[in-house]
């Protein structure tokens, strides 16, 4: 399994980014997927998920009507559409799944909101 998140950067407070998540490894249609982030000396947290098809998605109350979780099966990849950044959203944003007897992260990519 390989999980791969591009997209991060740094932002001003207002902005959006676009994050995406590559995977491989497994069959991406048949899995729910979810984004985490962890800030500096904070716990990770998960803030968005969406079932495999698709049809289902959920969010952490701090980011719920500003991000926006979705997935193309067809190119096994899971994005995250940020918009509204504020500062608070400043941490590094890894992707997920859980296959019930393990759970995957990928790497990460840092997200920095600052002006």
């Known amino acids: 399994v390989q999980l791969v998140e591009s997209g991060g950067g740094l932002v001003q407070p207002g902005g959006s980014l676009r994050l995406s998540c590559a995977a491989s490894g497994f069959t991406f249609s048949t899995y729910a997927m979810s984004w985490g982030r962890q800030a500096p000396g904070k716990v990770r947290e998960l803030v968005a998920s969406?079932?495999?098809?698709?049809?289902?998605?959920n969010y952490a109350d701090s980011v719920k009507g500003r991000f926006t979780i979705s997935r193309d099966n067809a190119k096994n990849t899971v994005y995250l559409q940020m918009n509204s950044l504020k500062a608070e959203d400043t941490a590094v944003y890894y992707c997920?799944?859980?296959?019930?007897?393990?759970?995957?992260w990928g790497q990460g990519t840092q997200v920095t909101v600052s002006s």
């Open positions: 969406i079932s495999s098809a698709g049809g289902w998605t």
């Open positions: 997920k799944v859980d296959m019930g007897y393990r759970t995957y």
